[in-house]
């Protein structure tokens, strides 16, 4: 009977699994004698210990306040202060002879048990101290006794000599008391070494087993190679072959074993290996990888046609080229602009965004699915935007070196617009070169927010869909209801101030005075339009969107707007 490569694999791990099983009960075994003894030392060797502390605390005790009473005597303090001392030394040898009698009950409890553990000459020496520091308790009583007949007498010598001898017994007994405690910590360090020496005989029986294993499986190793050895082979030199790029390799099926059924597994993973290399050939011209890798784990995007899906388009643009441009050669342009490109790429990608193209000194980049969670693209785009305007300050700082000058340098700005939306995504392009990119009116609603900043004053407008999904982590500013050139639906647009709760206090109180304006500027109340707005550049004398509005004011004035007129402006450039 032929045995399938299964069926010796199973009976291998069969053997495996018992020789695992007996390892695993001698160990336990081992290990539970281990752990029979810890318990016994925390159970039967601690608490004695323990009580004989407590015992010589209270011994201690008892003399600190029969020195009291002695004080309390001499100073004729009254029979009130002399009655609670006594019943307080009284309360305290009590404490004694019951901490007494509990390490006595756990050495009893031990020695009683039927196990091969510990010193019981040793605890049977302990208990026999004990006993006899329970009898001496009675003297030591006697002698305190004393003490009291003679409360009466403080100054007499009798006095005198009976509390020396109550103090003598005392110290005996202390002393006698803490041999008895130092017995027994030696018999439990002996009862832990003796553990000790049994837990390293467990792990060196776990080691031999081990080894014994290890022998085992050096001879299986060796009895499967002399069994699998060729058709593995053929196996390895096909894999080399695929890893130098030979892709179009078919292993013949040789054998109906397991061995068949992984040469058919490998010819599946070399067509897939052929599938993803096209897919990478086609799409490598992309300028962010995740795209191809994307791509590469689905391969249902790489279908010609496209997807509608809601996304979150960017669109970012650099002010004060023209001066930077004049009197810097071509190369130093490109070099300047490669770096200020390099700059402000870095927010984007860290914050999942992908790079859709560059346009001169512009940036398009898009976040959505399957790159991005559809409910975090709008507010990683808005963080990407924060992130670029923070890092335009230190490009500043860059540009007198860029440039190769140190005076008369030109200081650069950003405008960011945002908006978010249903786009299609797809495949754009023709048979040599195609694009992976987004389009609709969304991104067209993302480029003219960025060149609406120039006509606010602003500098990071944002979509009414953006804000809407980013509101849990980003403040923004209402700033207008617009109708840009080719929408027949006007759109609320806001301005990005900064992360959740981290805004200047003067930065909302401006936000405040200008949503009082533009309420009263959309009712048609110009007066407390033109108030407000005139508030709010109190607050900030150079903000952009108030000065606009009066503006806007002064025209309507002299021009008022239809009777159904709802504070739509439309937006002239594209």
Known sequence: ???????????????????????????????????????????????????????????????????????????????DVEIRLRNDIEETKRGVLENLAIARHWLAEHMADDVEFGDRYGLSRVDTRLELLQEDTGQISEARALIYSLLNRPESDEFRRAVGEWRQ????????????????????????????????????????????ASLFGLMVAWMAARTLARPVRLLLEATRQVESGKLDLVIPRTSGDEIGDLTDAFNRMVRELEVKARIRDTFGKYIDPRIVEGLIHRPDLAAPGGERRVMTVFFSDLVGFTNLSEGVTPTALVNIINRYLTVMSEPIRS???????????????????????????????????????TRVHSFNHELPELMGIKR???????????????????????DVTTSYTVMGDTVNFASRLEGANKGYGTRMLASEATARMAEGTIEFREIDLILVVGKTEPERIFEILG?????????????????????????????LAESAFK????????????????????????????????????????
């Not at 008369?408 to 495949?427: F, W, Y």
């Not at 004398?541 to 709802?566: C, H, I, K, M, Y």
């Open 499 to 527: 992360h959740k709760g981290e805004i200047a206090p003067a930065v909302a109180a401006l936000r405040e005075r200008f949503a009082e304006g533009l309420d009263a500027y959309r009712r048609g109340s110009w007066d």
């Open 535 to 574: 508030g709010a550049l109190e607050l900030a004398s150079n903000d952009g969107p108030s000065a606009v509005f009066l503006e806007r004011l002064t025209r309507l004035r002299q021009e008022p707007p239809p009777g159904d007129w709802n504070g739509v402006w439309a937006l002239k450039e594209k």
């Open 169 to 212: 017994r005392r110290v005996a007994f202390d002393r006698r008391l803490d041999q008895a405690r130092q017995e027994m910590q030696r018999l439990t360090h002996g009862s832990i070494a003796e553990t000790r020496r049994h837990q390293v005989a467990v792990s060196e029986a776990t080691l031999a087993v081990a080894a014994l």
């Open 408 to 430: 008369n340098v030109p200081d650069i700005g950003m405008r960011i617009g945002i908006a978010s939306g249903d786009l299609v995504v797809g495949n754009i392009g023709s």
């Open 1 to 79: 009977m032929r045995l399938s490569i299964g069926g010796k694999i199973f009976g291998v791990v069969l053997f495996l699994v018992a020789l695992i099983v007996a390892v695993a009960i001698t160990t336990v075994r081992l290990s539970n004698k281990v752990v029979d003894q810890l318990e016994d030392v925390g159970a039967h060797y601690l608490p004695p210990i323990s009580a004989l502390a407590d015992a010589q605390r209270g011994n201690l005790e008892q003399e600190n306040l029969v020195r009291q009473l002695v004080e309390a005597a001499l100073l004729h303090d009254g029979d």
């Open 351 to 389: 914050n999942g965004g992908v790079i859709d193209k560059y346009i001169g000194d512009a940036i398009m980049a898009y976040w959505g699915a399957p790159f991005v969670a559809t409910d975090e693209q709008a507010t990683r785009a808005c963080l990407a935007a924060i992130e670029q305007m």
